[in-house]
């Protein structure tokens, strides 16, 4: 059974940091691109960062870059977000996502459940 769950969202001040974890089981990461991505209330889901499985380069969102950073950890099937320098846009639900290719359509891949990160003073 495939499994996607993300943990570590929560309530933070601008300019604070927080780092997402999403626990994968059912599947191996190095078989896949692997990444995180947002909604935000109203608006649609886009993506964040993203590694790509099949040279391990690593995308980054301009909203993302310079202050977000990507990694994983293939012996426990774990990938992070490690979110630094927190604005109150970057308020959404994060989803970590295992999909063929960092791009494409949202529709196709395996998905977590999300978790709520809100940014506010």
């Known amino acids: 059974q495939v499994q996607l769950v993300e943990s570590g969202g929560g309530l933070v001040q601008p300019g604070g940091s927080l780092r997402l974890s999403c626990a994968v089981s059912g599947l191996t990461l190095d078989d896949y691109a692997t990444g995180w991505y947002r909604q935000a209330p109203g608006k649609e889901r886009e993506a964040v960062s993203c590694i790509a499985s099949s040279d391990g380069r690593t995308f980054v969102s301009d909203s993302a870059k310079g202050r977000f950073t990507i990694s994983r950890d293939t012996t426990t099937n774990t990938l992070y977000l490690q979110m630094d320098s927190l604005k109150p846009e970057d308020t959404a639900v994060y989803y970590c996502?295992?999909?063929?290719?960092?791009?494409?359509?949202?529709?196709?891949?395996?998905w977590g459940k999300g978790t709520l990160v809100t940014v506010s003073s």
């Open positions: 996502a295992l999909r063929p290719y960092c791009g494409g359509s949202f529709s196709i891949g395996y």
